[in-house]
């Protein structure tokens, strides 16, 4: 089994930064991809940014410019670079993996359990 445990979340204001990290534990045979989800308050659950094992980012248009994610593999973790937040990025972030746990034939997906990040004045 994966596990996956976000952090780095917290209130800040308009205009500030915020760095989450997302650190992969357990009996890990090899990590694919790695994604940040986030969720606001009566939203549905939406793709923040993804980053593949060779580094192939993507974005949703909302943080293009703003965010940038990155991972070390040899720390089985990924990072979400947060810049010129703005209120309407209040949210749940959620870290995702798809990962091959040791033992077990194909990949499955994790999602970590969340961490706040709430941009207000």
């Known amino acids: 089994q994966v596990q996956l445990v976000e952090s780095g979340g917290g209130l800040v204001q308009p205009g500030g930064s915020l760095r989450l990290s997302c650190a992969a534990s357990g009996s890990i045979d090899s990590i694919y991809d790695m994604e940040w989800y986030r969720q606001a308050p009566g939203k549905q659950r939406e793709l923040v940014a993804a980053i593949t094992v060779d580094g192939i980012t993507t974005y949703v248009d909302s943080v293009k410019g703003r965010f940038s994610i990155s991972r070390d593999n040899a720390k089985h973790t990924v990072y979400l670079q947060m810049n010129s937040l703005k209120p309407e990025d209040t949210a749940v972030y959620y870290c995702?993996?798809?990962?091959?746990?040791?033992?077990?034939?194909?990949?499955?997906?994790?999602w970590g359990q969340g961490t706040q990040v709430t941009v207000s004045p």
């Open positions: 995702n993996a798809v990962a091959i746990s040791r033992g077990f034939p194909g990949p499955s997906t994790y």
